[in-house]
Antibody, heavy 120, light 110 residues
């Protein structure tokens, strides 16, 4: 069974940084691209970033490009999202998600999410 | 910038059939956009229903089906049940590794 467990969320001041983690299990980690999707309070889903199975390709939404960095550790089967220069509109639940295959394939499994709150 | 469009809300009677759509503000949706559909109830993580146009995710009942109807992607729910009352989101692949979600449809079963 696929399991995705996010951690690292919390309250951070504007301009601050956080690193979100997602521990993955139940599938061959390096065979699947992984993504982050976020949801602001009361709003819809927003795709944030995807990393290929090999880690050689990364993609970002324009809203986060240059501030967020996606990465993965194969020894720990863990996906990361480094979030810098946080703004109030980055406040959201951040979901870790497994894709159905390569980097250009859609999400097919979701974690439970971790809440990031940006406020002074 | 291209916007992915969904009906803001829809209602269906118990046992009825409803088709939700996912379109583009400019242009037509085809299978190359890899349309996928997700269900979300309040306070819960999304659940994948359909990916890559018409592939049903594991454990999803065959009451849910995906297709291309005209110039839009479509999610059809047959035999609607009370617990189908949820928000439904589609996502489209825009190229260059970029995905865009629609704004979601709030489905009421009444």
């Amino acid at each position: 069974e696929v399991q995705l467990l996010e951690s690292g969320g919390g309250l951070v001041q504007p301009g601050g940084s956080l690193r979100l983690s997602c521990a993955a299990s139940g599938f061959t980690f390096d065979s699947y691209a992984m993504s982050w999707v976020r949801q602001a309070p009361g709003k819809g889903l927003e795709w944030v970033s995807t990393i290929s199975g090999s880690g050689g390709s990364t993609f970002y939404a324009d809203s986060v490009k240059g501030r967020f960095t996606i990465s993965r550790d194969y020894s720990k089967n863990t996906l990361y999202l480094q979030i810098n220069s946080l703004r109030a509109d980055d406040t959201a639940i951040y979901y870790c998600a497994k894709t159905s295959g390569g980097a250009l394939t859609p999400v097919d499994c979701w974690g439970q999410g971790t809440l990031v709150t940006v406020s002074s | 910038q291209t916007v992915v469009t969904q009906e803001p809300s829809f209602s269906v009677s118990p046992g009825g059939t409803v088709t939700l759509t996912c379109g583009l503000s400019s242009g037509s949706v085809s299978t190359s956009y890899n349309p996928s559909w997700y269900q979300q109830t309040p306070g819960q993580a999304p659940r994948t229903l359909i990916y890559s146009t018409n592939t049903r995710s594991s454990g999803v009942p065959d009451r849910f089906s995906g297709s291309i109807l005209g110039n839009k992607a479509a999610l059809t729910i047959t035999g609607a049940q009370a617990d189908d009352e949820s928000d439904y989101y589609c996502v489209l692949y825009m190229g260059s590794g970029i995905w865009v979600f629609g704004g979601g449809t709030k489905l009421t079963v009444v």
